[in-house]
Structure formats: structure tokens, C-alpha cells
């Protein structure tokens, strides 16, 4: 039953409308903008107002999705007639197969008659969190079956710090114009000058075709000092296959790269070529930490 409910919500052309009560209908609206923010449309109608005019938001196209523990809530009645009337799909939440909400549903969504967690039984506790995290299976399944990416919920979740953290690379990293960079053959005496001049903390190696093969940082700098240093060649010194970053990749990947290797900075490579470099300031600058 569950796949038949999420393919009932695929097909159909409008939105899904999820509906309930007192705690079922606390838990529908969180249900609602989940499945909202994930690339499904959903919006909560509250019962009461249902009967007071708001029928008018739930149309022929749309899909209504029910939650009653006991399948028999009185305030729903109105919106199940509707459902049947215009034949509008009806998907119940309930934990009853025999209730009134079951019998008049194309597909019920059955939950086990766990007893509330409340000392008295009463309190929705256990029920509400049986239907929050079937709610939260609905959302995932649906996000997974279209093919919902980071790009697709970045586009819905502008603000705060998962809006930060869902920006691409290529949206907050320094251009090709502060690339600190410098050939293989170079002299070490004259990488330092182009290093301390673009403070990044490092130096991206690159070949005669403009490949990033090697990285200078700080460290390497310390490992290889002594008197000769400065008439070494960049590869001699140099860090070979550093870690590096696609322009695509968001940004909280990126975060979890340089925190994972212990690093300030990434270059940011295409095709072989680094097209520009990430300091974990930007990240700060941006929220994303």
C-alpha cells in the first residue's frame, strides 16, 4: 500500500492535500511542508475551515492525504464527502482497516495499534510519531523516485544556514585572476613571491599544459626547510595529487572535505585545470560553519 500511495501521488496533476485534527493535524502540516520542500507540491487544509469554505482549495487534480489514529474523526467528515463526490484520490493514515476513513480510501496506510506512550494511554504520542515518520518515508520515497537533487532543494531552500550550505563551489570561490599558481620547473625563490602575494597559505603546481599536479603549502615549506630551499624546483617540494574540488559540488561537501583532511583551502579543478581555489573564510563568510 505504500507504493500504491506514492503512486498515487506521482500521477497526479495537482497537489497532495494533507488533512487532520488536534495532534494529527499538527503533525499533517509538518508532513505537508516536508513534502513541499522536497519537489512534491503540498498543502495542509485544516477540516474546520474545510467546512467553512476552504473545499475550494482541493481540486479534481489533487490527491488528499488523511491522518486519523482512529480512522472516525467527526471534522473530517466533510472533506472525505468532498473527496467522494469529485472523486479527488484519498490516501488514510489511520491505525483502523474498519474505520469510516478506511472504507471510503483508494489506498490506506495501516499503523499498528501501539499503545501511547502517556502513562494513561490517552496523549497522542506514539501514534503521532508513527505518523511523522511515515509522513517523512512518503517524502523520501517520492524526493528519490523523481530524482530530487541538491541542486532542486538548494532552489527551495534559499535562506539560513542549509541555504548556505546547499551554494555551489563555483558560486563562492576566488576566480582564475587569484589563482596562486606557479610552473613545476619554477624556483622555489620565485614561488614564495607569487605564494605571499595571493595568501591563500598555499600554491597550486601546475605542467607545461596547465594541469594541477602538485600543491605548496605551509607544511611543505617546513618539512624541506634548510639552506638550500630556495633553489629547489616546485616539484621537488611539492605535495603530488592534492585533493581538489569539483565548480558543482555544494558547498557543505566541500566544508566536510576540509575539515575531514585537516586543511584551509581547495582548488577548484575542471577538466584537469584549476579554474579556482575555496579558503575555508569563504565558508565562514557565508554561514556555512
Known amino acids: 500500500t505504500f507504493g500504491q500511495a506514492c503512486c498515487l ?132 520515497a517520492l524526493l528519490e523516485s523523481k530524482g530530487f537533487s541538491a541542486s532542486d532543494f538548494r532552489a527551495y531552500h534559499p535562506g539560513g544556514k542549509l541555504g548556505a550550505g546547499l551554494r555551489l563551489v563555483a558560486d563562492i570561490m576566488h576566480g582564475p585572476d587569484r589563482l596562486p599558481l606557479a610552473r613545476a620547473d619554477a624556483v622555489m625563490s620565485e614561488a614564495l613571491v607569487v605564494m605571499t602575494e595571493k595568501a591563500f597559505g598555499c600554491l597550486g603546481i601546475v605542467d607545461h599544459r596547465g594541469r594541477l599536479i602538485g600543491i605548496l603549502t605551509d607544511g611543505d615549506l617546513r618539512r624541506h626547510m634548510g639552506v638550500g630551499l630556495l633553489g629547489k624546483s616546485c616539484a621537488e617540494v611539492m605535495t603530488k595529487r592534492p585533493k581538489t574540488v569539483a565548480p558543482d559540488t555544494v558547498a557543505s561537501a566541500a566544508l566536510e572535505m576540509i575539515n575531514a583532511m585537516k586543511i584551509t583551502a581547495l582548488f577548484v579543478v575542471e577538466a584537469g585545470r584549476p579554474v579556482g581555489i575555496l579558503h575555508i573564510h569563504d565558508l565562514l563568510r557565508i554561514g556555512v560553519v
Open 9 to 140: 501521488i506521482r500521477s497526479a496533476r495537482g497537489r497532495v492535500i494533507v488533512t487532520g485534527i488536534g495532534k494529527s493535524g499538527h503533525v499533517g502540516r509538518k508532513i505537508a511542508a516536508t513534502l513541499a520542500s522536497t519537489g512534491t507540491p503540498a498543502y495542509f487544509v485544516h477540516p474546520a475551515e474545510a467546512s467553512h469554505g476552504d473545499l475550494g482549495m482541493i481540486t479534481r487534480d489533487d490527491v488528499v492525504v488523511a491522518l486519523s489514529w482512529s480512522g472516525e474523526t467527526v471534522e473530517l467528515t466533510n472533506i472525505i464527502t468532498y473527496s467522494r463526490r469529485f472523486a479527488v484520490p484519498l490516501i488514510a493514515v489511520t491505525s483502523r482497516l474498519d474505520s469510516a476513513l478506511a472504507r471510503a480510501s483508494e489506498v490506506v496506510l495501516l499503523m499498528p495499534g501501539a499503545r501511547e506512550a502517556c502513562p494513561h494511554g490517552l496523549a497522542p504520542t506514539t501514534s503521532t510519531t508513527m505518523m511523522l515518520a511515515l509522513g517523512d518515508c512518503l517524502a523520501i
